[in-house]
């Protein structure tokens, strides 16, 4: 069982930076993969970023390339995601996931295992 608990979330002006955390707890572990998916209103869940437990391998969604970044801290067990020059349309909430005993990164909603509650991050123009 493993717990997510995200932060960092909140009212931000467009070209602004934000960093999200995702802690980690429970039975976690040595081989992982964390991501960040968001979920907009109206709009379907969509993946935003995600890092292999070695740091050896990250993705990122196009729309985020150039601007986000992820990030871990496996001492404490959690997954950052450095937000630059966010737009409105970044507009959404924030879920941190969790998969365990990954073969390869996963990308995908139905991959990750546990979820956090979300951190809501709004942009304004």
């Known amino acids: 069982q493993v717990q997510l608990v995200e932060s960092g979330g909140g009212l931000v002006q467009a070209g602004g930076s934000l960093r999200l955390s995702c802690a980690a707890s429970g039975r976690t572990f040595s081989t992982y993969a964390m991501a960040w998916f968001r979920q907009a209103p109206g709009k379907e869940r969509e993946f935003v970023a995600a890092i292999w437990w070695s740091g050896s391998n990250t993705r990122y969604t196009d729309s985020v390339k150039g601007r986000f970044s992820i990030s871990k801290d496996n001492a404490k067990n959690t997954v950052y995601l450095q937000m630059n020059s966010l737009k409105p349309e970044d507009t959404a909430t924030y879920y941190c996931?969790?998969?365990?005993?990954?073969?390869?990164?996963?990308?995908?909603?139905?991959?990750?295992?546990?979820w956090g509650q979300g951190t809501q991050v709004t942009v304004s123009s």
């Open positions: 996931a969790f998969k365990r005993l990954p073969s390869t990164l996963p990308l995908y909603e139905y991959e990750y295992d546990y």
